[in-house]
């Protein structure tokens, strides 16, 4: 009876690990939810990052990443305002801190 319980237990623990693992595959401390939108059609834009809560950022960073931004690419997103005037004008200039695909 001990050692099926033991069995149980160890079990309930790895499947609950499993799941955890599988529905937040992020590297990112404090990460957010984005997906990429290619604004280059504006003036003065680029690629911008669609955020959960529908808010609009524009990294001033990107490149010093090894992403490739394609349109409606799901990411996970860690990053901080900055102190840069936009040219485009759509979001808040932010630099990002981190960066990964989701």
Request: glycine letters at 4%; proline letters at 3%; aromatic letters at 8%.
């Amino acid at each position: 009876m001990k050692k099926t319980t033991l069995i149980l237990i160890i079990l309930i623990s790895v499947l609950t690990f499993c799941f955890e693992s599988c529905t937040k595959n992020n590297v990112c401390d404090q990460a957010v939810k984005g997906v990429f939108k290619d604004y280059t059609g504006l003036d003065g834009c680029g690629w911008v990052i669609v955020l959960e809560d529908n808010s609009v950022i524009e990294p001033s960073n990107l490149q010093d990443f090894m992403i490739i931004p394609q349109e409606n690419k799901k990411i996970w997103l860690s990053y901080e305002n900055a102190p840069l005037a936009s040219i485009c004008m759509v979001g808040q200039v932010v630099i990002i801190k981190c960066i990964s695909e989701r």
